[in-house]
Every structure is written in structure tokens, then in C-alpha cells.
């Protein structure tokens, strides 16, 4: 086998081992997958959801009490600071503007006492 083969093979590794460890990555923050996301789209979601919860962090939310545990329906202090769910048919791109909107809300959000 050439070094150039090998190199691609090793690359094409990395980057399925990198898309399975954010696949892993989202759907511990209960997001739904259709499996057909591309690498780029993983990585955007991700970035998304981070920013979400930085945002959630950032107006005194607890992630650990806002977010449920895989599989389970969270009861958070604020809705607000819950991750919203994304739809079955909903593309990549529509669910990361609506984390990003949500993200912005919660920065702008009064918190409830």
C-alpha cells in the first residue's frame, strides 16, 4: 500500500472516530440524531449546543439541574435554560438556528424567583 492510501485511510479513521465521539457528545445533551449529518453538520451542532449552554451558565443556570439524564424528561429551575428538542424532520441547519435563537434568549432572559 502506497503512503498516500494509507494516509487517506488513517485520515478517513480520524474523522469517523471524531463523528462518532460528537455523536456521543450530543446525544448525552439528549439531541436527536438522524444519522444522515454530515462531520460538518456534527460540528455545528456541537458548537451550537456548547454556546447554549455557556449562555444557560452565564445567567446562573445549573446545567446539571437543567439538563436530564439521557432518555429522561428534564425538570428544570427555567425552561428556558432547557435545550430545546429537535423535531424528527428537522434539518441540521434549522435546529442549529433555533439552539443559537434560544441561546440568545437566555442571554437576555430575567431569571424567575
Same mark, same amino acid.
Not at 449546543?49 to 452565564?58: D, I, L, M, S, T
Not at 424528561?73 to 425552561?79: G, S, V
Not at 428537522?90 to 435546529?95: F, H, I, K, L, P
Given at each position: 500500500m502506497s503512503p498516500k492510501s494509507n494516509s487517506g485511510s %488513517? *485520515?478517513? *479513521?480520524l474523522l469517523a472516530n471524531a463523528m462518532a %465521539? &460528537?455523536? &456521543?457528545?450530543?446525544?448525552?445533551?439528549n439531541v436527536v440524531l438522524a444519522g444522515r449529518e454530515t462531520s460538518d453538520?456534527?460540528?455545528d451542532l456541537l458548537e451550537a =449546543? %456548547? /454556546?447554549? *449552554?455557556? +449562555? =444557560? /451558565?452565564?445567567a446562573g443556570g445549573d446545567l446539571m439541574m437543567d439538563e436530564a439524564p439521557e432518555g429522561k &424528561?428534564? /425538570? #428544570? @429551575? @427555567? #425552561?428556558?435554560? =432547557?435545550v430545546p428538542v429537535r423535531a424528527a424532520s *428537522?434539518? +441540521?441547519?434549522?435546529?442549529i438556528q433555533r439552539v443559537s435563537a434560544a441561546a440568545d434568549k437566555v442571554r437576555h432572559h430575567k431569571p424567575h424567583r
Open positions: %488513517e *485520515e478517513g *479513521e %465521539e &460528537t455523536r &456521543t457528545k450530543l446525544r448525552s445533551r453538520e456534527l460540528a =449546543v %456548547e /454556546q447554549f *449552554e455557556k +449562555a =444557560v /451558565q452565564g &424528561t428534564a /425538570q #428544570p @429551575d @427555567d #425552561p428556558h435554560f =432547557v *428537522e434539518s +441540521a441547519s434549522a435546529y
